[in-house]
């Protein structure tokens, strides 16, 4: 079983609201990541930390921020949700000290927007 | 930057029979890692097999094993036996193995979609 946890699974909300995906993990990675994952099922990195207080954007521009204020805690924030937002989040996490185990992944969360 | 290529959008196979789905990459680094990850419909992403550029030995792990040609920037996936659990989406996935922050991230490809057939 995976330690990342990621909630809600599923979130249907209107336009213009404000929206937290959390995202935690009992591993004590210190590198965690989200991914924006479109219809077509491809992934795009959208933020990403390097441990507390450290936060990077990704290579897909994103509307949402994030925060990390305690190594096991990666939210990603949407301000004022719209339709263009529809997709599914995916959190992971990875190890510090060495790369050659790749990410654990969390479940996902699917984000629609109406 | 690197880029990860995955030319085979969906594939379909019979149940125990063997499937290999291709990838190919572009860098210029000589030491990195590559990974096969599997996410099954509505379920987790998980890590199938990994692979170690400076490794010349193929990585395998039970009925899956990978076809690493470094020259040619090629890392296909072997399944073997197909089972049913095995369908899902497949995701070639590279990673430098430089330690500067910026680079221990996964470049992913499009995915393919597998289907097992009964």
């Known amino acids: 079983e995976a330690d990342i946890y990621q909630t809600p699974r599923y979130l249907v909300i209107g336009t213009g609201k404000k929206i937290t995906l959390e995202c935690s993990q009992t591993?004590?990675?210190?590198?965690m990541y989200w991914y924006q994952q479109d219809p077509g099922m491809e992934l795009h990195l959208i933020h990403y930390?390097?441990?507390?207080?450290?936060?990077e954007k990704g290579d897909l521009s994103s509307e949402s921020t994030v925060s990390r204020i305690r190594t096991e805690h990666f939210p990603l924030t949407l301000e004022s949700a719209r339709p263009s937002h529809t997709s599914q989040y995916l959190c992971?996490?990875?190890?510090?000290?060495?790369?050659?185990?790749?990410?654990?992944f969390g479940s996902g969360t699917r984000l629609t927007v109406v | 930057a690197q880029t990860v290529t995955q030319s085979q959008p969906e594939m379909s196979v019979q149940e125990a029979e063997t499937v290999t789905l291709s990838c190919t990459y572009d860098?210029?680094?000589?030491?990195?890692?590559l990974f096969w990850y599997k996410q099954p419909p509505s379920r987790q992403m998980i890590l199938v097999i990994r692979?170690?550029?400076?490794?010349?030995q193929n990585a395998t792990e039970n009925r899956f094993s990978v076809n690493f040609q470094k020259a040619a920037k090629s890392f296909s996936l072997k399944i073997s036996d197909s089972q049913l659990g095995d369908t899902a989406m497949y995701f070639c996935?590279?990673?430098?193995?430089?330690?500067?922050?910026?680079?221990?991230?996964?470049?992913f490809g499009t995915g393919t979609r597998l289907t097992i057939i009964p």
């Open positions: 992971a996490s990875s190890e510090s000290w060495t790369d050659l185990y790749g990410y654990t």
């Open positions: 591993m004590g990675h210190d590198k």
């Open positions: 930390s390097y441990g507390v207080n450290s936060t």
């Open positions: 860098t210029s680094e000589n030491n990195y890692y």
């Open positions: 692979q170690e550029a400076y490794k010349q």
């Open positions: 996935a590279f990673m430098s193995a430089l330690s500067n922050f910026g680079n221990e991230k996964l470049t």
